[in-house]
């Protein structure tokens, strides 16, 4: 009987990219200001991009009323899970 191969593809969960996450903040607090090698060069520019992702939004692009407000909370931290799950509640 032959046995099926694993998918080259696992699944990474959200805990693993968390991980990988803090890990990368870890090394980025160790690498010094001086150091212009590659690999500290894209370590700084992932630190930029998750700062630009967790900071708020211009005041131009920012919603001016409580709905557009929750609008874009949810479609940002919840998506069509979160709709789904409010459609399915009804």
Do not use: F, Y
């Not at 090698?37 to 211009?58: H, I, V």
């Amino acid at each position: 009987m032959q046995q099926r191969p694993r998918s080259p593809h696992t699944p990474i969960r959200w805990l693993h990219q968390l991980a990988n996450l803090m890990a990368q903040v870890s090394r980025a607090e160790r690498i010094s200001s001086g150091d212009e090698s590659l690999q500290a060069r894209r370590l700084r520019q992932r630190m930029a991009l998750a700062q630009r992702l967790l900071d708020p939004l211009p005041a131009p692009l920012r919603p001016t009323t409580w709905q557009e407000t929750t609008l874009w909370t949810a479609l940002r931290w919840g998506g069509l899970g979160l709709v789904l799950a409010l459609w399915l509640k009804r």
